[in-house]
């Protein structure tokens, strides 16, 4: 078990307004994985969180790189999600 | 590359933008596309728009969208591309595109081209308040990096927008 540091940015923000949250993961060997770590937890430790889809939809980040789901982890503990983009 | 310039700026966009992207001895052609803020969405009446964006992340993908610009129709086109962050009000920029070539075609084509990825790919997210007090983040467009050719392929017939 290692915690990740996790930067949200846009609609999770509606959640997470402090704009990061610690979060404990088990076993993860792609970023997929990590996915389904962070919705599951998400659900069950924020009341209000009730977004069935939008880990699913969103992007992990490193600082410099966006991530495929079916990459392996890196050893870095922090992480950013980036939900639906819509810019312009 | 020394004929891009990308920007994100907390501070409102003025004319004087312009005079950042000038053509080249050898360009005929200058094409500015600029997005403001609009007054409605979706039916809702809007007061305010306020921008979110990863700016190192935001960097790399305007560098990106701009060489593959400068690779699909001309390496000497000069590009300018600067996004607002922050609150923007009513009629004020969110975001102009400009780019100079010899020819007008290439002009056009490259800032069409340069806005529509930036609604697709540029990691930025837009919470809209509303005139009744609500707010909402806008819903947009997954980042899809893992199949970035089908995206640029879907994107070219992406038509929405500004």
Known sequence: MKNIQLKVFGRFKKY?????ILIPVDNVETVGELKQQIHRYLIKNIPSYNEETLVFESALATEVDILNDDDQMISDNHYTILPPVCGG | MNNVKVSITNE??????????QPSREHGASNIFCGYVRNKNLGRDVCL???????????????????????????????LIIHRNGPVLISELSVVVIATTAHRDESYKITRYIIEEIKQRAPIWKKEFYVDGETEWVKGHALCQHRKDDCLENSQHHTSGR
């Open chain 1, 16 to 20: 997470i307004p402090k704009g990061e």
């Open chain 2, 12 to 21: 409102k966009i003025n004319v004087d933008v312009l005079c950042q992207c």
């Open chain 2, 49 to 79: 728009v306020e921008y979110e964006c990863h700016a190192k992340l935001c960097y790399k993908v305007f560098n990106e969208i701009a060489t593959e610009a400068l690779k699909k129709w001309e390496p000497s086109a000069n590009i």
